[in-house]
């Protein structure tokens, strides 16, 4: 009988919290002290209502909130810039620089070999020094390779090294060092995307002939060793795939979290400019969420 009792007393509470808990409109509102500011000036937002959570689009670049979802970017200019130096070698001719947009990502040399690669070698400057000498580090300069893309068809780098066969009881090949390789993606509103480092490349290796000369991998430093090889060598680095167009979509700030009150907010600009401000008002619970939107545009005179 007692556990009847129980029974019958648990029944509702548990009815109950099966039930869903209706997640609340926010009620939230916002009001500048002003709709235009001078440049050093803080602009501060006054608040009415007070929503769980609430993040900030400052309207800037990057700031922005619709971008918040865009990953793509057409219209950029990628240009590229790479540090080689150049040690202790007697060959001619022996680098070169080239980039393909159908190469399959397969890095074998018959995958390499099916490929079209173009050769960009002589839009860059190269490292050189005298017969058996050790060269200086040189900048190539940052080189416009915008024309290089195809549509819908990521990019890839290779510097192929070729050594020819010593004549002699000593290589002829050369030591060559990569101390930076950066590629970027310049857009006509501002934005600029470090598309890769050196560091960040991903380079892969591909042995054609002699596998005693290779390419080494490491944070700080891409190079070529012949290993003292009196042999001909062909060695190529292949970059990953790059997809420049790619960008990361624009953030808000969230500036308040659920168990404290906010009742302004003040943001200090960095250059003068027409601003769209927008605020994010936000309840939520495990069951849901539901959000309302606020814009407003900010002058900022110089």
Request: hydrophobic content about 35%; glycine content about 6%; some cysteine.
């Amino acid at each position: 009988m007692k556990f009847k009792y129980l029974f019958y007393l648990l029944l509702p509470l548990s009815f109950y919290s099966c039930q869903d808990t209706e997640v609340e409109a926010p009620t939230f509102d916002v009001k500048p002290t002003s709709l235009q500011y001078k440049l050093g000036d803080s602009v501060r937002f006054n608040f009415t209502g007070d929503p769980d959570f609430l993040t900030f689009y400052s309207g800037e670049i990057g700031k922005e909130y619709q971008n918040r979802d865009r990953v793509e970017l057409t219209g950029g200019k990628l240009e590229l810039e790479f540090e080689t130096q150049t040690l202790y070698g007697r060959d001619t001719d022996y680098i070169s620089l080239l980039a393909s947009t159908n190469f399959s990502g397969t890095y074998t040399p018959e995958e390499v070999t099916k490929a079209t690669w173009v050769d960009i070698s002589n839009r860059f400057t190269f490292a050189t020094a005298a017969p058996g000498a050790v060269g200086v580090r040189t900048m190539s300069g940052k080189v416009d390779v915008t024309d290089l893309l195809a549509n819908g068809q990521p990019i890839y780098f290779a510097y192929k090294y070729v050594g020819k066969a010593s004549t002699t009881t000593k290589t002829s090949q050369w030591l060559w060092r990569l101390y930076a390789f950066n590629v970027t993606n310049s857009f006509p509103n501002g934005n600029s995307t470090l598309v890769s480092t050196l560091a960040t490349t991903d380079w892969v290796s591909v042995d054609f002939a002699n596998p005693t000369s290779k390419w080494i991998y490491t944070s700080a430093l891409v190079y070529f060793n012949p290993f003292s090889t009196l042999d001909a060598s062909e060695e190529w680095a292949i970059s990953k795939p790059f997809n420049p167009n790619k960008v990361t979509p624009d953030r808000g700030v969230a500036i308040k979290e659920f168990s404290r009150r906010k009742s302004s907010h003040a943001y200090l600009y960095s250059k003068p400019g027409t601003y769209k401000v927008v605020f994010v008002a936000t309840n939520g619970t495990i069951d849901g969420q539901k959000s309302m939107v606020k814009e407003l545009e900010i002058t900022v005179l110089p």
